[in-house]
């Protein structure tokens, strides 16, 4: 951060290094010597310069341009070119007198050639200024633009995460719940394994990202969770990898996927089939999920239908452009393909 602040000085001394050290870069290999008294006549002509560049730079950019007042500006500049440029005359006169008038057989060029000259070279000068400081400004502002943006998304991501962990809890409950009448040994597990998980949602989950084996793991708990209240009837197949090699992912991503499959894919009366897969390849995740069809009725409002609409808010701010999400019916079956290009 300092060197990126301390890099608009460096080129600036770098410019007017060049600037007045360009008399001796062409009498460096000359016939001719620069001596003091030459080399006096010529700097103060780019001392000038920089008294422009350096007025508009610290002082009226900010103070008068940046605030609208065009006019002023202008004007402010006129007197300043006007001021500098009767020093430079007058100073132009009074070396000639001293130093030069017996060595030069004439006058030399008329003064007003050399006015318009610095007149001009004033002008431009001071155009560069602006042009830096306004560079420099817009690159200030993207740079807070960039904050402001990561504050907002940093935000928006907590408060998809606020709705994802009641949803998720929401619906285990429910299932917890459809346990207690049927078998109260399994839900008495149920209720031990789900506070095992809530340590990971609750806790582990406050970092943006969470290592791929931490949360495979999670999936396979909170699969096995889900399973508990399946019947005879359905055929649950699961494939899940056991290394995540080192990846790291945003957590709970797969979550609304398996939550859909148990909640829409199964029937209490029906054959049913939830088939899960999850593959890692290269710097790739797979997932793809299958399930008997099963829709709830427009009247069921269990777990309150945010998952999947959080889970496109959640990839489009964690991965803009780097994944794929298909969803829905293929014949007798529902079907959701997840792909995530992992960091």
């Not at 042009?131 to 420099?136: D, K, L």
């Not at 406050?206 to 791929?212: C, N």
């Not at 995540?244 to 797969?254: C, N, Q």
């Not at 701010?317 to 393909?337: H, R």
């Amino acid at each position: 951060m300092r060197k990126n602040k301390a890099l608009p000085y460096i080129i600036q001394l770098i410019g007017w290094g060049i600037v007045f050290g360009f008399p001796l870069f062409l009498t460096w290999k000359g016939p001719e010597v620069m001596t003091w008294t030459r080399y006096l006549g010529y700097v103060f002509v780019p001392v000038a310069f920089m008294i422009v560049f350096y007025a508009n730079y610290s002082l009226l950019i900010d103070r008068i341009l940046f605030r609208k007042n065009l006019l002023q500006f202008l004007l402010s500049n006129v007197i300043l070119f006007i001021v500098l440029n009767l020093g430079l005359e007058w100073w132009r006169s009074y070396y000639f007198l001293h130093y030069v008038s017996r060595e030069l057989p004439h006058a030399g060029p008329p003064k007003i050639m050399f006015m318009f000259r610095d007149l001009l070279m004033m002008g431009l000068t001071a155009a560069l200024s602006v042009a830096i400081r306004m560079t420099e400004n817009w690159y200030v502002i993207e740079g807070e633009k960039r904050e402001l943006e990561k504050v907002r998304t940093e935000a928006e991501l907590q408060n998809l995460k606020s709705q994802l962990n009641p949803h998720f809890l929401f619906n285990t409950l429910n299932n917890i719940y459809s346990l207690i009448a049927v078998s109260p040994d399994r839900a008495q597990y149920a209720v031990h394994a789900l506070s095992r998980m809530l340590r990971h949602v609750l806790y582990e989950d406050k970092e943006q990202f969470v290592v791929l084996e931490q949360e495979l793991l999670f999936i396979k708990s909170y699969i096995e969770l889900m399973s508990l209240r399946l019947s005879e009837k359905t055929d649950l197949q699961v494939s899940i990898p056991e290394d995540g090699h080192g990846k790291i992912i945003a957590p709970l991503l797969f979550i609304s996927l398996i939550e859909n499959a148990f909640k829409h894919g199964i029937s209490p009366s029906e054959p049913s089939f939830i088939y899960i897969c999850l593959k890692l390849e290269d710097r790739k995740i797979y997932c793809r999920i299958e399930n008997s069809n099963f829709p709830k009725k427009d009247n069921d409002r269990s777990g309150s239908g945010i998952g999947l609409a959080n889970l496109h808010k959640r990839l489009d701010l964690l991965y803009p452009g780097q994944y794929s999400l298909e969803t829905g019916v293929k014949g007798d079956k529902f079907v959701a393909c997840l792909q995530i290009d992992l960091q």
